[in-house]
């Protein structure tokens, strides 16, 4: 997809050849760390700007010395977050930070085999968005091709559109130490011929009225590829923070938190079910919002405990809001709450590092014959907090995904705040948006 040049004005940055950067001046990247990821094994490289080279896996340091080359070899984990740093004799000098995930699905190993169902691989399973920075630059790398019609896709930092990629790498420049960016870019790929047929039929039948535009938004598939990017301190405080000794009792807690609801304060009732002409519908007349917590359609609350010997997932916060209908003139009617049965979590797989799951939500308005709100996901989480969420979600009505750390105040991320498209994208021939989530 291909928008104006004027946009990129919004973010005021600016357009280099080559690789795509968005900046307000140009910085050089002195390291210039380059990775190529096998079945079972990374190769590092990166410029001779050193004495002496130190790589540390989390807080462990796993090599030292004066090559500019390492291999890593036999890879464990799905995830991995390693830092680089360069040496002038003992003073450190420059760093690298690097975030990748591993071509798990090639190692074929038991873990993998009971998370990933062969029907529940979507099309962005063999895709990664892996990152590479230090305090001054977030370079993205794209791994893999998002489906997209003409390959260019849109970018968007924190929600701001801030122009196109055509390469797999994208470099900014525009950051700030110890800020947390979410980028997205976003494919569109136009669905096949028999579900345009479907598309046709069901309009046909269901007597709706769409125009031009709104067919062709029918017509195309989003797919969103999501890094949230937690830029990195000052050279010297991350050493520090890197030699330091983890605590030995610590007990990790993240909880992943998505909600829907219905921003308007009152809706058409017919929008949702036929039959109910001149009727109402009471929505949670409010915005996105972390802390909102009494107003929504659904609320799903899945807590991570990492122990001192394992992990666990507590499946109990799955909760329904109450629908209100209202008459014409605003009288309530009567109000009904649906069962939250429609929300299932399946394939829990947990180790001592990892923890696993599936979550499947179908959850339709209690009155007459209403859609469902569906979405599904699932979530790998580590211990070290990294993770990856893939799914997909209908565009009605708002969706927020958060994930947050209750035992770390400062520790929360935004995944996804998507706006309400209209109502009509609950019904199934409308099409879901297809996301994957790293950090």
Not at 374 to 383: A, G, H, I, L
Request: charged share 25%; net charge negative; glycine share 6%.
């Amino acid at each position: 997809m291909k928008k104006s040049f004027f946009y990129i004005l919004i973010f005021m940055f600016s357009l280099i050849i080559g690789d795509t950067i968005y900046a307000k001046e140009t910085k050089k990247i002195a390291l210039n760390l380059k990775y190529d990821i096998g079945e079972d094994s990374v190769i590092f490289t990166w410029d001779d700007l050193g004495k002496s080279y130190a790589i540390y896996d989390d807080n462990e340091e796993i090599w030292f010395g004066d090559e500019t080359t390492f291999v890593m070899k036999k890879l464990t984990k799905d995830n991995y977050s390693l830092t680089l740093i360069a040496y002038n004799e003992t003073i450190p000098i420059d760093m690298a930070i690097v975030k990748f995930q591993t071509n798990s699905e090639k190692r074929n190993t038991p873990y993998i085999d009971s998370l990933i169902r062969v029907d529940e691989i979507s099309e962005l399973s063999n895709v990664n968005l892996d990152v590479i920075m230090s305090n001054n630059y977030v370079q993205l790398e794209l791994k893999g091709s998002i489906p997209d019609d003409d390959g260019i896709y849109e970018v968007y930092r924190d929600d701001i559109y801030i122009g196109s990629l055509d390469n797999k790498k994208l470099i900014d420049t525009n950051v700030m130490e110890k800020q947390t960016y979410t980028y997205k870019i976003i494919g569109k790929k136009e669905r096949s011929d028999v579900e345009k047929e479907e598309v046709q039929k069901y309009i046909k039948e269901h007597n709706i009225i769409i125009d031009a535009i709104q067919l062709k938004e029918l017509y195309q598939k989003p797919y969103e590829m999501i890094r949230v990017v937690n830029v990195p301190s000052s050279l010297d405080e991350t050493i520090e923070q890197l030699t330091l000794e983890p605590l030995v009792s610590a007990t990790p807690l993240y909880v992943f938190r998505y909600k829907t609801f219905i921003p308007d304060c009152m809706v058409s009732a017919l929008s949702i079910v036929q039959g109910l002409a001149g009727y109402q519908f009471g929505g949670d007349c409010r915005g996105f919002s972390f802390n909102e917590t009494e107003k929504y359609r659904t609320y799903v609350e899945s807590p991570i405990s990492f122990t001192g010997t394992g992990s666990s997932l507590d499946t109990t916060g799955r909760f329904v809001g109450w629908t209100y209908l209202y008459n014409g003139s605003g009288t309530l009617v009567e109000s009904r709450r649906a069962s939250n049965s429609g929300i299932v979590y399946s394939n829990i797989t947990k180790s001592y590092n990892q923890l696993s799951y599936t979550l499947t939500h179908g959850v339709a308005i209690p009155f007459g014959n209403a859609p469902e709100i569906n979405y599904k996901y699932t979530v790998t989480m580590n211990r070290g907090g990294s993770f990856v969420v893939e799914g997909s979600r209908d565009q009605a009505p708002n969706h927020e995904f958060y994930v947050y750390s209750p035992t770390n105040d400062i520790w929360s991320r935004t995944l996804i705040q998507a706006t309400n498209k209209g109502f009509e994208y609950l019904f199934p021939i409308y099409p879901n948006a297809t996301f994957k989530i790293s950090y």
